[in-house]
């Protein structure tokens, strides 16, 4: 009899080992399978923000190479449209930065020393060589007045595409995206404004 005791008590403490193991397994499991799902969520959430960046990066940089295109045709424009062009020039790096460029590489900060998309070279008369592919995509009207009209109607498109962002970006670059789209609406109407005088 003892040794059936003995026998009994060993299986229910093997059971009841057994039964803890259980447990604790079935109280760790679920957290890391929450981990996974956060970290899952985490990734989306980055790759999510990625494209949004490089989206932005692109209308920024069409709009660019549409100053480059109006610039090539209209140096005499140059005095008017480099500080414009600038802006957007640092625009286009500040979307694109800790992120990923319209072709998926890195897109270079505004101190990196590399050339942003779609980037010109005044040269020292004034006139600017377009150097992006896209510059020339649509042919430039020959009349000034009319380039800067449509120049400015580029500008606002890309407002417009930053403002329609706002609501699918982080809180951080939500603000980044406002405030570039609230200055590419006064490029558009500083463009128009006073063109005749």
């Known amino acids: 009899m003892g040794r059936t005791g003995t026998t009994r008590r060993r299986a229910l403490l093997a059971t009841g080992a057994l039964a803890t193991a259980g ?17 899952s969520a985490a ?33 005499s424009l140059g005095v008017r449209l480099f500080p414009l062009r600038a802006a957007v020039a640092a625009h286009t790096a500040a979307l694109g930065e800790d992120g990923a460029g319209t072709d998926g590489t890195a897109t270079p900060g505004p101190d990196s020393g590399a050339a942003a998309p779609g980037a010109v070279t005044p040269s020292p008369g004034g006139p600017a060589a377009a150097s992006s592919p896209g510059a020339a995509a649509e042919p430039v009207p020959p009349d000034p ?45 500083l463009l128009t404004a006073g063109r005749d005088a």
């Open 43 to 75: 990734e989306r959430a980055a790759r999510e923000e990625a494209r949004l960046r490089r989206r932005s990066v692109a209308v920024s940089a069409a709009l660019l190479a549409r100053y480059d295109a109006v610039l090539a045709a209209h140096p």
């Open 23 to 39: 447990l604790w397994a079935a109280g760790c499991s679920p957290a890391g399978r929450g981990g996974t799902r956060s970290a």
């Open 145 to 189: 007045g009319v380039a800067l009209a449509g120049l400015a109607a580029a500008a606002r498109t890309a407002s417009d595409a930053h403002t329609a962002a706002l609501a699918a970006a982080p809180p951080e670059y939500a603000r980044l995206l406002a405030s570039v789209g609230a200055a590419t609406a006064a490029q558009a109407y």
